[in-house]
């Protein structure tokens, strides 16, 4: 069954009250991505309201950054439901009552299915710690170790029902040193994550990046190539 299309996200954010784009987010654990985007909006450097922090893990500890920051923190769990698909429905449509402009998926560790992303396109992220498209799924780091790369990396993406394979927004690079080990390039990437994310739901927020079919578009103009918002800072 084809998705009824969606608007395009611009004219959905300018929709939102105060002009800001309203966010919803899924975090499975430590919630440092969420963080981030919380410091960002707390400092006014990004036109969002973070309405809710869902998890599909009681004890992540992003909730409690959510209960903290006074943002509504939402649990549910898998095992309350017949399979996949019925959880996945379930937790989207929680997501729904927020009214969210765009999702956030920020270490968010499930595959969803694909018709519950289907009616999400173009209005959900996620952040992924490898140069798309190398390295789908789990233990980038080491896979990037494992194959002798020079260069490593992370990528926001709007989420396609592909896992880790909807077109990529954005990109950060950051070489690979003599004697790394997984543990230290994900310490290494992670504060570059924090940046390139909130860099990406920035220029959602404000209208500038959109999903146009299978294009990402800047500006009105499909990119070529991934954006790097941070290789001139
Ligand atoms: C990040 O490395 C993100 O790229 C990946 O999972 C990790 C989540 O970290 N998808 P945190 O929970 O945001 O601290």
Not at 54 to 64: M, Q
Not at 150 to 159: L, N, Y
Not at 171 to 181: A, K, S, Y
Request: hydrophobic share 45%; aromatic share 4%.
């Amino acid at each position: 069954m084809t998705p009824p299309p969606h608007p395009p996200l611009s004219r959905v954010a300018r929709d939102a009250g105060e002009g800001k784009c309203s966010i919803v987010v899924f975090a499975s654990g430590r919630g440092s991505n969420f963080a981030a985007l919380l410091t960002a909006q707390q400092r006014g450097g990004i036109p969002v309201e973070i309405r809710a922090l869902l998890s599909d893990k009681r004890t992540a500890p992003a909730l409690l950054l959510a209960e903290n920051a006074g943002i509504e923190a939402i649990t549910l769990a898998p095992r309350d439901y017949a399979d996949r698909a019925g959880f996945d429905r379930a937790i989207f449509a929680r997501a729904a009552q927020f009214t969210p402009d765009l999702i956030v998926l920020a270490g968010y560790m499930r595959m969803i299915d694909a018709q519950v992303v289907a009616p999400w396109i173009g209005r959900m992220i996620n952040i992924h710690p490898s140069l798309l498209p190398k390295y789908a799924g789990l233990h980038t780091h080491a896979r990037a170790l494992e194959s002798g790369d020079t260069v490593h990396g992370a990528s926001v993406h709007f989420v396609t029902a592909e896992l880790d394979g909807g077109p990529v927004i954005a990109q950060v690079e950051m070489p690979i040193e003599r004697g790394d080990t997984p543990e230290a390039l994900a310490a290494r990437l992670l504060p570059l994550e924090h940046r390139l994310l909130v860099a990406c739901v920035d220029l959602i927020a404000r209208g500038r990046v959109v999903l146009a079919g299978h294009a990402v578009e800047l500006d009105g103009q499909p990119l070529r190539a991934p954006l790097r918002p941070l290789a001139a800072q």
